[in-house]
Nanobody
Framework: QVQLEESGGGLVQAGGSLRLSCIASGSIFGLSAMGWYRQAPGKQRELVATVSGRGNTNYADSVKGRFTVSRDNAKNTVYLQMNSLKPEDTAIYYC?????????WGQGTQVTVSS
């Protein structure tokens, strides 16, 4: 099965930065898009950023200009560089990877931004 290992979450003050990483392993032949969603308390899970296998990116309006998603295809890894963090960015961040038309999810990593 596909496994996604996330790292980089933590506690940071408003205006600070964090970098999340997610490594895909297992049955990942046919890996295509990778990216990130997040879910804050009491809110629906929402798209943060995605990147296609060829490097095309898509961002939520709320993070555009502050966050950057990138990938290293040789390492089967996707990154999320988060700058100028705001308290409203506080959420559990979930990595996803699309393999042969199916979407797989990481376990989530907590990001907490204090005011």
């Amino acid at each position: 099965q596909v496994q996604l290992e996330e790292s980089g979450g933590g506690l940071v003050q408003a205006g600070g930065s964090l970098r999340l990483s997610c490594i895909a392993s297992g049955s990942i032949f046919g890996l295509s898009a990778m990216g990130w969603y997040r879910q804050a308390p009491g809110k629906q899970r929402e798209l943060v950023a995605t990147v296609s296998g060829r490097g095309n990116t898509n961002y939520a309006d709320s993070v555009k200009g502050r966050f950057t998603v990138s990938r290293d295809n040789a390492k089967n890894t996707v990154y999320l560089q988060m700058n100028s963090l705001k308290p409203e960015d506080t959420a559990i961040y979930y990595c996803h990877a699309d393999v042969l038309g199916r979407r797989y999810w990481g376990q989530g990593t907590q990001v907490t931004v204090s005011s």
